[in-house]
């Protein structure tokens, strides 16, 4: 399982950088524009420079409506400002065409740019609240416009997480749709270390973090903490040695 981290400017990808040994991919995004807020094109080409070149940028391209060509230019501008996966959280998507639609046009303006560049269709644990498409459709849209992975994240930031909202059996049904069409399952949304035994057994291959690395625990007010990235870290390791040894662990 890899883990994602996402830092909201540059001297929190400075922190990142600290804690680089212990981390996959450095994940920009602007959350006071919403749970997949897009940031600036220079602050995602600022995060490239300072975190290690050997360690993949991803960026958000936003909550996006449902205008294709728009959403292709963003995720355009953003795999050109060196993120190599380009996530999409399709907000304004009511039905899986509207999804397939935006989805196709994006893996073509990024792939024509930056063939080796992963696109990341996002959706939303909470689609009942905002009123956009169903979670467990996310990894067919994802297969039928030739993204690379699939994910699902909270719209709300309202204290809720994934599992309040899509239970961890229906995320292992997720990542078993995702798999099954050889797409990578990425969840997030509020993911804390006691979430990370079930994210494990199911076989989550990207786990999404911000508060759970913040001085407080807070998204918002705190600021990522190398050391709290490290020990995350290494309740991941643990969780995955456990399972490949057999054993079950609780909490």
Known sequence: MLLLI????VEEAVDC????EYLDIVDVKKPDEGSLGANFPWVIREIREAVPAGKPVSATVGDVPYKPGTVAQAALGAVVSGATYIKVGLYGCT????????MRAVVRAVKDYRPEALVVASGYADAHRIGCVNPLALPDIAARSGADAAMLDTAIKDGSRLFDHVPPDVCAEFVGLAHASGLLA???GSVKQADLATLTRIGTDIVGVRGAVCEGGDRNAGRIQPHLVAAFRAEMDRHARELAAGVTIVG
């Open 6 to 9: 996402s830092p909201d400017s």
């Open 17 to 20: 950088a600290k804690a680089a």
């Open 95 to 102: 039905t899986p065409d509207q999804g397939i639609e935006v």
């Open 186 to 188: 990425a969840l997030a």
